[in-house]
């Protein structure tokens, strides 16, 4: 059975990207065949697996079922790991969709051809509040949402689980923690206490981390004994032994 | 066939990958004479792309398969290397793996923990043992070939393997596009091939390995089949398909004696109930002394093996037998199961017994000499030298009448005997359709042979079950002095019902599947046909 995670939050530059890829290459590591599709038009992850930013057709016909998917995979550096890449025509995701019909299923009608081939199938997403996110809710399994501790992680957090609703999973784990800054280890405490389901696993602000962008790989690449890429290591494990069966 | 499942730690997380389509496109491979140089691969590439060699591993690899070759049958390949099993498809992607620390001996799917590997095993593999084939020790490297980006386009492997024992097999070289990439490793391909001295790879290194280890890739068959013309005489052709059965015999006795998996025994009594055919079938082509010596023997191999294979039959059906029970009430035909794992073991210890007398190494020792002799036309009957097509046809079509006519003599009412002499008659058209198969067109051939299995089937069925029911019943007396009696014993209550019902499923199905086979359609093909 194939799952579909996404890396989803209201908020820009938290982790998304970083939090999609490295766990997209450990899940292929392990052995399981693994999709990451970049719905951003920044294409982020794209370029951190140098893939060029292009779909063919572009974003338009592609979520509109007359492009077939398959034919835009690329594989990456990493076995078993492969990617549907950014296009920049994305940036208009959110008209295409709303000019399909049953906008909100689109995304999982591009996936669902895809499934036979992938145990896991990873979704990085522009920050948004928008069709695409809808869509984006309607087919992951799960949601992967990084935090950054700071005051409004807490507002944040209740107002993203009323937008998700029950249709997905919400894993959501702390990113970019700074342990010097007392701020954050209140933050964190104060939201681990009231809302008990969020992971334990947090991913700490590092260089490694930022490094993925120079060196245009993951970070088991850049530093495979650093205490960022543990930290993910540590993330997936809890990742997977929490999704629902 | 269950031994009880070893414990083992949890695999290094294999999540539920499924059996899967590749996800890239099949690799190709070029045998190299002669090492391969990085740099050279290098220059060939450059300047359109770069490479980047990662270093050099040696990796220990013995490779698995059933003796009759299972998984290279559909092209999957098993090997264990560091500490686990993978198992990899025709493009060498891995379907599935599993921690296992030493090399397995003897391997059954029933052994593995339940999860991906054994998931992927069981439909290939079923109930035979998989076994080191061969163990490989190879030098590998990989080169990712490079665009502009950096980026990774194809994948380039170079293995040089080393046999046990130290003999070298040639180099290989494998490239694997990446997906999406297709044309720039179209383009590697030509740049390769035009600038160093490659030939595509005839076999895989698992079956160079193989061959030069004095196997044979893809494993031994249990095949009766030989070629044959039509105007062979019989004697030569008895000998023929007799030969190849004697093989067959001899090639599983010692995995039977050595009780490897249940499937030795099997194909050992397939082939000497074909042998047993052929000896009536085609009995004018034997000298009648000698025959009537041989058919004693065969009939006692046959005799000698039979409760074993009884016994495995069982064993291997429990599961689905208990599956008819209610969830709840299956753990309580425990004791069944124990008592018939301790009949297999006597019956085991009788049949090994018999199998190594001499008499049984005299039967098959004095059967090879006939058949050579009669290959050499120096023995033969009094049929010996009429063509082979004309009794074939002869016996195919009597065959054929005699089913046609008891079958439809068969009502509701009629005793159960006389579908058991039915489904014998079905065994002997059977094996008269499979070994002179090669002298009609298949188009005849295959039709009849379908209808008739789908028959075989249902009459096999109807007695298996009926036998089985016999046995559990007879079962009941030592059941009873065991621990747990009670409820097994009317957990066997249940099961004898189940097994009754099952019978009577097949006897409804009966009619259908006779009338299928008996078409008068049919009929009037096979006149023509075996005329
Ligand atoms: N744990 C970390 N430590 C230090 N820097 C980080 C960490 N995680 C991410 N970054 C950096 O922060 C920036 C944003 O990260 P990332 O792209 O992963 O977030 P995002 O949520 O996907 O952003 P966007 O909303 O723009 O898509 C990047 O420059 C990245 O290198
Ligand atoms: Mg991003």
Redesign the pocket.
């Known amino acids: 059975m194939t799952r579909v995670l996404a890396?989803y939050?209201i908020?820009?530059?938290?982790?998304?990207?970083?939090?999609?890829?490295n766990l997209a290459y450990l899940a292929a590591r392990e052995g399981a065949r693994t999709l990451l599709w970049d719905l951003?038009p920044?294409g982020?992850?794209t370029y951190l697996f140098r893939v060029k930013p292009k779909i063919k057709g572009g974003g338009d016909r592609l979520v509109r079922g007359k492009t077939d998917a398959d034919s835009q995979i690329k594989g990456t550096d990493h076995e078993r790991l492969d990617l549907l890449p950014a296009d920049f025509s994305y940036r208009h995701m959110d008209l295409a969709l709303d000019a399909a019909k049953r906008p909100t299923t689109r995304l999982d009608r591009v996936l669902e051809p895809l499934k036979p081939d992938y145990d896991f199938i990873f979704l990085?997403?522009?920050?948004s509040i928008s069709l695409v996110s809808e869509s984006v809710f309607e087919a992951a399994d799960a949601l992967l949402v990084?935090m950054i501790p700071a005051t409004l992680s807490s507002r944040t957090f209740a107002q993203l689980r009323d937008v998700v609703g029950d249709t997905s999973q919400v894993l959501a784990f702390f990113?970019?923690?700074d342990g010097r800054k007392r701020l954050h280890r209140e933050v964190m405490a104060e939201l681990s206490a009231a809302y008990p389901e969020i992971l334990t696993a947090a991913?700490?602000?590092?260089?490694?981390?930022?490094?993925?962008?120079v060196e245009r790989t993951v970070v088991e690449e850049v530093a495979a004994r650093g205490r960022?890429a543990a930290?993910y290591r540590e993330l997936w494990a809890e990742v997977r032994a929490r999704l629902r069966p | 066939m269950s031994r009880p499942r070893r414990a083992l730690p949890p695999a290094r997380a294999p999540p539920d990958v499924p059996d899967s389509s590749p996800v890239s496109a099949p690799s190709e491979s070029y045998e190299v004479t002669g090492p391969l140089d990085p740099a050279a691969v290098a220059e060939a590439l450059a300047p359109a792309f770069g490479l980047h060699a990662e270093a050099p591993v040696r990796h220990a690899r013995t490779y698995l398969d059933t003796f009759d070759g299972r998984l290279h049958g559909p092209g999957l390949t098993l090997v264990h290397e560091g500490g686990e099993l993978v198992l990899a498809d025709t493009a060498q992607q891995t379907v599935a793996r599993e921690r296992w620390p030493r090399v397995p001996k003897l391997l059954l799917v029933t052994d593995l923990p339940a999860g991906p590997l054994a998931d992927a095993l069981a439909g290939p593999v079923e109930m035979r043992a998989l076994q080191p084939l061969v163990r490989l020790s190879s030098r590998e490297q990989l080169l990712r070939v490079l665009d502009g980006e950096e980026k990774t386009v194809v994948r380039l492997r170079i293995e040089t393997p080393v046999l046990e024992g130290g003999a070298r097999l040639p180099t290989h070289l494998h490239v694997v596009p990446v997906r999406g990439y297709e044309k720039q490793a179209a383009k590697v391909l030509r740049r390769l091939e035009a600038a160093l001295d490659l030939t595509p790879a005839a076999g895989s290194i698992a079956d160079d390995a193989v061959r030069a280890a004095g196997g044979t890739p893809g494993g031994v068959s249990s095949s009766p089949k030989v070629p044959l013309a039509a105007d062979d005489t019989a004697a030569v052709a008895a000998a023929r398909v007799s030969s190849r059965l004697l093989e067959v015999i001899e090639a599983n006795l010692p995995g039977t004696l050595a009780d490897l998996d249940t499937e030795y025994l099997h194909d050992f009594r397939v082939a000497v109930r074909r042998t047993r055919s052929l000896q009536r079938e085609l009995r004018g082509a034997f000298p009648g002394d000698a025959l009537r010596e041989a058919r004693a023997r065969f009939k006692r191999l046959q005799a000698v093996t039979g409760d074993t294979r009884d016994l495995d039959v069982y064993l291997l059906d429990f599961e689905d037998f208990a599956a008819h029970l209610p969830e709840a009430r299956r753990p309580d035909l425990e004791p069944l199961r124990r008592l018939l794992r301790r009949r297999r073991a006597a019956a085991l210890r009788r049949m090994r017994r018999e199998l190594r007398t001499e008499e049984t190494a005299a039967t098959l020792a004095d059967w090879r000499t006939l058949l050579a002799a009669m290959t050499a036309g120096e023995a033969g009957g009094p049929d010996a030298d009429v063509p082979l097509l004309t009794i074939a046809s002869a016996r195919i079509r009597t065959v054929h009448r005699q089913m046609v006519k008891a079958g439809s003599a068969i009502g509701d009412d009629t005793p159960a005997e006389a579908l058991h002499d039915l489904r014998k008659k079905g065994k002997e058209l059977r094996y008269l359709l499979e070994f002179f198969a090669p002298l009609y067109p298949a188009v005849v051939i295959k039709p009849l042979v379908s209808s008739l299995k789908a028959l075989q089937d249902t009459l096999g069925r109807f007695q298996d079950r009926e036998v089985q029911a016999e046995l559990v019943a007879s079962l009941a007396a030592d059941v009873h002095k065991m621990d747990d009696a009670t409820s097994a014993l009317m957990a066997m209550g249940l099961l004898v019902e189940g097994l009754h019902e099952q019978q009577r499923a097949a006897r409804d199905e009966f009619a259908t599947r006779f009338a299928a086979f008996a078409a008068p359609g049919q009929g009037a093909i096979v006149k023509e046909t075996f005329a």
Do not use: F
């Open positions: 890396t939050n908020k820009g530059g938290v982790g998304k990207t970083s939090a999609a890829v951003d920044q982020a992850s990085d997403c522009p920050p990084p990113s970019m923690v991913i700490p602000a590092a260089a490694d981390v930022e490094r993925m962008g960022a930290a």
